[in-house]
């Protein structure tokens, strides 16, 4: 006669996870999200970027349309019709009242060290969260079309 195993001799697992692959799931988790927020930080950083450098463009069209009318550029932001002298602009390149939220601020000059006379210098700067954005830096256009920023492939 064959005997068979009774079901109490039989080895039980028990149900559900164990810490190793709880632990496991956790880190492989964390592992994703660390790269996942490196990835959209560096996409936000590089779309402020844009903001900044199509803000820049504007303001020196600004600067030539001021310079057809007044046979000079403008000293600062005011005479483009700027409410301060140093704006500071937000994410949709629209300019802000206060500097709090904003990513950039700009600002023109009518000197140029030593460049042709006459001429314009418009920088921004990064402020706010851009200022984490070490790799451009600050980005400049000049009236001779020179555009500028802190590192090569930025423009």
């Not at 005997?3 to 592992?31: C, M």
């Not at 936000?44 to 069209?61: G, Y």
């Not at 994410?91 to 314009?120: H, M, Q, W």
């Amino acid at each position: 006669m064959k005997r068979f195993p009774s079901r109490a001799a039989a080895p039980r697992r028990a149900a559900g996870i164990t810490l190793i692959e709880l632990i496991i799931v956790l880190t492989i988790l964390g592992i994703v999200a660390t790269v996942s927020y490196a990835s959209y930080s560096s996409y936000l950083s590089k779309a402020n970027r844009s903001v900044a450098k199509s803000v820049l463009l504007d303001t020196a069209t600004q600067q030539e349309r001021f310079y057809a009318g007044n046979r000079r550029y403008a000293n600062d932001m005011t005479e483009l019709g700027y409410s301060t002298i140093t704006p500071c602009f937000g994410k949709d390149g629209s300019p802000l009242a206060s500097c709090s939220n904003a990513i950039y601020s700009v600002r023109t000059e009518s000197s140029c060290d030593g460049g042709p006379v006459p001429c314009f210098k418009v920088s921004a700067a990064p402020v706010g969260v851009q200022v984490s954005d070490i790799t451009c830096g600050t980005f400049r256009i000049f009236s001779t079309n020179v555009r500028d920023a802190g590192a090569g492939g930025c423009w």
